[in-house]
């Protein structure tokens, strides 16, 4: 199985900052790779499919990049309610989910 | 607007079995149902993240399970009850997590997700 992994685990940001989380894939995956949110005692949420692509209805602060192994989340204005756990995804067979990062308040 | 309900789930001890069921009501905005859909179960583990779990598609046709789970969970659905199923035997303390159901669209991306059922197996 591909194996995703996330950095970083935690960061503490203020409202109004610019915020990267990277995903590195153990072998390439085309771009067959979405994001997620998840909110304390909430499903997660999609956000970005095909690594870049913004699911219908999520704010353009949001954006993803990248191809093969590594991609990126950018918020490119962190607003209070952004802070939350990201999982990246790749959806090829089995799918997997990366380790989340989780975005706190500084 | 669709919605997912999952429940079942409970504390069971090691050895024994659950079966989770995942009720649907309503429709998308684009006026799909239940029975439109690929449907699929995503555990959370405290401390391991999301896990994929199994997925079947709309008409029964296709079913994959995780190879780790070693043949011990089984999905099945009934498109006429608007219910989708995982049956979980032999559990172990490991399988102890929060279940979501949730669609399925364009290839394991997942657009609503149920509100989750909790489970926990321990002796």
């Known amino acids: 199985d591909i194996q995703l992994t996330q950095s970083p685990s935690f960061l503490s940001a203020s409202v109004g900052d610019r915020v990267t989380i990277t995903c590195r894939a153990s072998?390439?995956?085309?771009?067959?790779l979405a994001w997620y949110q998840q909110k304390p005692l909430r499903a997660p949420k999609l956000l970005i499919y095909s690594a870049s692509i913004l699911q219908s209805g999520v704010p353009s602060r949001f954006s993803g990049s990248g191809s093969g192994t590594e991609f990126s989340l950018t918020i490119s204005s962190l607003q209070p309610e952004d802070f939350a756990t990201y999982y990246c995804q790749q959806n090829g067979f089995p799918p997997t989910f990366g380790g989340g990062t989780t975005v706190e308040i500084k | 607007e669709m919605q997912l309900l999952e429940s079942g789930g409970g504390l069971v001890k090691p050895g024994e079995s659950l079966r989770l069921s995942c009720l649907a009501s309503g429709s998308t905005i684009s006026g799909l149902t239940f029975s439109s859909y690929t449907m699929t179960w995503v555990r959370q583990i405290p401390g391991k993240g999301l896990e994929w779990v199994s997925s079947i598609s709309s008409s029964n046709n296709y079913i994959y399970h995780a190879d780790s789970l070693k043949g011990r969970f089984t999905i099945s659905r009934d498109n006429a009850k608007n219910l989708l199923y995982l049956q979980m035997d032999s559990l172990r303390v490991e399988d102890s997590g929060l279940y979501y159901c949730?669609?399925?669209?364009?290839?394991?991306?997942?657009?609503?997700w149920g509100q989750g059922t909790p489970v926990t197996v321990s002796s």
């Open positions: 949730a669609t399925e669209v364009s290839g394991r991306l997942y657009t609503l």
């Open positions: 072998q390439g995956v085309n771009t067959f």
